[in-house]
């Protein structure tokens, strides 16, 4: 098992930054593919970036592809997202998960390891 803690959340205008955390712990880290979500009030959980075990390969869903990026720090138990050039519309809560295949998936059911979410707002 992995345990997940997201850090890094905020508000921050329209046009800012923030750097996303998500510290694991327990099993080895880079034993799990992992990725980042997002959810807004009263919708179901959206994909938003994910990398390899390794770290060689990315993904990013097309609403922020430009403007995120995904990263990993196997040596510190470390995910990351930054998140540049931030819009209104991308205020929700965010997740970090992970899942043991390797295999890229967009889908949150398929990620069996989930933080607790952390607030991103962005005012316009």
């Known amino acids: 098992q992995v345990q997940l803690v997201e850090s890094g959340g905020g508000l921050v205008q329209a046009g800012g930054s923030l750097r996303l955390s998500c510290a694991a712990s327990?099993?080895?880290?880079?034993?799990?593919?992992t990725g980042w979500f997002r959810q807004f009030p009263g919708k179901a959980r959206e994909f938003v970036a994910a990398?390899?075990?390794?770290?060689?390969?990315?993904y990013y869903a097309d609403s922020v592809k430009g403007r995120f990026t995904i990263s990993r720090d196997n040596a510190k138990n470390t995910l990351y997202l930054q998140l540049n050039n931030l819009k209104p519309e991308d205020t929700a809560v965010y997740y970090c998960a992970a899942r043991s295949s390797n295999f890229y998936s967009p889908s949150w059911y398929d990620y069996n390891y989930w933080g607790q979410g952390t607030q991103v707002t962005v005012s316009s």
């Open positions: 327990g099993r080895t880290f880079s034993s799990y593919f």
């Open positions: 990398i390899s075990r390794s770290g060689g390969s990315t």
